[in-house]
Every structure is written in structure tokens, then in C-alpha cells.
């Protein structure tokens, strides 16, 4: 089920694509300590870097991570037009 699941890429709304990904892990009986080690492998390469960029230890729950992620990356989603 897991890897069928879309790489973020950075055009989607990432509020939503958080969403949908920890549908995805739920639906497979994972918990927050899954969600956090697989996000890497569903990121595409820039989101990858912006992970890997960020100084350890920087988050002490998967809510600060995922807040992190939204911040981040919520001007460069595609706005739907009208």
C-alpha cells in the first residue's frame, strides 16, 4: 500500500498530502514512529534535501516535524484556479 502512495513533490498543498500520508500509514496499522522513518523515501529530491538539511535532533514529535513540513512547502503548492 505504501508505495503505491504519490512522492511529494512540492505542487500539491502539503497540509493535504500530510493528511493523506498518514491515512496511508494508518491504514497499514503504523503508528507515528512509522510515519516518521518512512517519510523520507516519500519525498521527491528537493523535499528530500530540505530533510536532510535540517540540523538533528530538530523535532521532538512527529506533529513538530510534520508542521515543519507544511511551513515549509505551503507557498510552493499549485493554487487551484478559479
Known sequence: MLE???KYDGKENSKNW???YEIA??????DEHVMANY???VLDQASHQWLLGLPEDS???WEELCQAFIDNFIATCKQPRN
Open 39 to 41: 517519510f523520507p523515501v
Open 25 to 30: 500509514v494508518r491504514s497499514t496499522v503504523g
Open 18 to 20: 500530510i493528511t493523506l
Open 59 to 61: 523535532f521532538d514529535s
Open 4 to 6: 503505491k502512495l504519490k
